[in-house]
């Protein structure tokens, strides 16, 4: 009876499509500009238009949008 015990299995490989998952948000994570970068970029527009309210969500879309055609 001491011949039939059962081996283990091995691990679990990564499926493919994980490991791909992974490589994109890779690539993502770098190429997107950090938030500082797109804060102090927005703060500017905000200054180029002598500081008016209302326009706060406007000028952080354009600051990230144009971070990343800089960053492609």
């Given at each position: 009876m001491a011949d039939t015990m059962k081996k283990a299995k091995a691990p679990a490989k990564p499926r493919k499509t994980a490991?791909?998952?992974?490589?994109?948000?890779?690539?993502?994570?770098?190429?997107?500009?950090?938030?500082?970068k797109i804060e102090e970029l927005a703060r500017a527009f905000w200054a180029q238009r002598g500081y008016q309210d209302g326009f706060a969500e406007q000028d952080w879309l354009r600051a990230e949008q144009q971070l990343l055609k800089m960053a492609s």
């Open positions: 490991v791909k998952r992974e490589k994109v948000i890779k690539a993502a994570m770098q190429s997107m500009p950090s938030r500082e």
